[in-house]
Each structure stands twice: as structure tokens, then as C-alpha cells.
């Protein structure tokens, strides 16, 4: 199976990182997607990615929650890495008006340069939607010209926001989410197709039932896999399969 979304390089790991890795690998997670957050994360990416080259792999972007007035400065960071031609995608990129709009602009202009940077690159995006669904909707209408795809990331809207993703071209990215109970996200992808979908955890972030509240791991990406075979009526196997092989295909693994 493939985790397409994990910040395995965050300090919550730091005392056990390799064993979480080993964990997750001997669950059959054997793909780890590893999104950037800003210029200050780049260098503990790469350590896990070099440490683990078979299993990690990384993503270069700007995350919302790091945009500021100075957010040019960090773009000329993503721009340059890309450059590389090491990324698998441009994540993890978006717009994130939960904690803070005062920079809503900025985020606005650094989500759509990274868009168009990912179009002129052939690479799927990894987007944060956080509180900004119509703001995410507006931009990937405006620059999909049939080059962009991707993920919509920890997906948590309703059903007319997951076809909505569907008909711009996106992928839904499930996770913890789907487990809670009363999210709704389980009716939401109910009639999604599951060539779509494909399974993250966002760990250390968002742990799915029974571990919820606690740190997450790639590791669960097993227990997000048995919630989605049960809302779909399908066996865990076919879900991992067909989920695998859309992260796969996608990020051109």
C-alpha cells in the first residue's frame, strides 16, 4: 500500500523514526509520501528520503500556514529545488484560512504560481483545503487546462465538494478523517468511484480510530483501508489494490 501523504521528518518522530518506518513497511505500507512544508523542512525530508530511498520519497511545495509578506523569498526556495527534477510532486501547496486570513492573498498568488510551476513540470500537486474549498475551487478552475492533477488532501467536505474535486481533475486523499465518527466524509465518498481515492495518513497528524488523539503513523494507513472497504462493500485487499495503484499511476512511481 501507498501512504501519499506523511510528515515522517517531523520531530514527533525523532526517538523513533526508523522503527515507525519499519512498522508501517512491515504492515505493507511499503510507499511513503513525504510533502514539504517550507524552506526549514527540506534538509530533515531528505535525511528520511536518503535513509529510506526504496520507501520514501519526497514532494517539494510551500505550505499555507507558512505563507507570509516574505512568502517570495520561500517560493524562490520551492522553484529551485524543483529545478532538481528529484520531486515526485508539488506538495504540499494550498490554502489554509482555519488559523489565520490575514495573509489570504499571498496565499492565494504562492497556491497558484505552484500550480503553474507543477503544469509546466508534468507533476501531480498535493493540496491543503483547510476552511477554503470555494477559494481552492476558483484557482484549479482557472488554471486547469487539462494539465493539472492531483490530491486534494485529508479530503473532509461533503459530497457535491468531492464531485466537485472529481470534475476538476483531482484525486480525494483519505485519512484519519474517515474513521471518526458523525464526519461525514464516509457518505460523502460513498459514490465516488474508487479509482479516485487513494489512502494517507497525514501522520503525525489526525490518527484514526482507535488511536485517535494520539500521533499517527504511516502504519495506520491499514486501519483507513479497512474503514473505506466497508463503506465501499469491498474486501481490504481489492481497496489496497485499487488505492495503490491510483497513487502509483499518479505519482508516477
Known amino acids: 500500500m501507498v501512504d501519499t501523504h506523511t510528515h515522517l521528518y517531523s520531530s514527533q518522530f525523532d526517538s523513533d523514526r526508523s522503527e515507525a518506518i519499519e512498522r508501517a ?3 505493507g505500507i511499503d510507499k511513503m509520501l513525504l510533502p514539504n512544508i517550507d524552506s526549514s523542512s527540506t534538509s530533515q525530508l531528505w535525511q528520511v528520503v536518503n ?3 526504496n520507501n520514501c520519497f519526497p514532494m517539494m511545495g510551500l505550505h ?3 505563507v507570509n509578506e516574505l512568502y517570495k523569498a520561500e517560493l524562490k526556495h520551492v522553484e529551485e529545488e524543483l529545478a532538481t527534477g528529484r520531486y515526485i510532486a508539488v506538495g504540499e501547496i494550498g490554502i489554509d484560512l482555519y488559523w489565520d486570513k490575514t495573509h489570504v492573498n499571498e496565499q492565494i498568488a504562492a497556491f497558484e504560481q505552484q500550480l503553474e510551476w507543477a503544469k509546466e513540470l508534468s507533476l501531480p500537486v498535493a493540496i491543503h483545503c483547510r476552511n477554503s474549498f470555494d477559494e481552492i475551487f476558483s484557482s484549479v478552475e482557472k488554471l486547469q487546462d487539462g ?3 492531483g490530491v486534494l488532501h485529508c479530503f473532509t467536505g461533503n459530497a457535491e465538494q468531492a ?3 472529481i470534475d476538476l481533475g483531482l484525486h480525494l486523499g483519505l485519512g484519519g478523517v474517515l474513521t471518526f465518527k458523525k464526519s461525514g466524509v464516509d457518505e460523502a465518498i460513498r459514490e465516488i468511484p474508487l479509482d479516485r481515492l487513494v489512502l494517507e495518513t497525514d501522520s503525525p497528524y489526525l490518527a484514526p480510530t482507535p488511536h485517535r ?4 503513523e504511516s502504519a495506520y494507513t491499514l486501519l483507513i483501508a479497512e474503514k473505506l472497504a466497508e463503506v465501499k462493500g469491498l474486501s481490504v ?3 489496497a ?3 495503490s495503484n491510483n497513487a502509483q499511476q499518479l505519482f508516477k512511481l
Open 51 to 53: 535513509a529510506f530511498p
Open 64 to 66: 499555507p500556514c507558512s
Open 163 to 165: 464531485q466537485k474535486c
Open 147 to 149: 494539465r493539472l492533477q
Open 25 to 27: 513497511i512491515s504492515n
Open 241 to 243: 489494490s485499487i488505492t
Open 237 to 239: 485487499e481489492e481497496v
Open 213 to 216: 488523539g494520539k500521533r499517527n
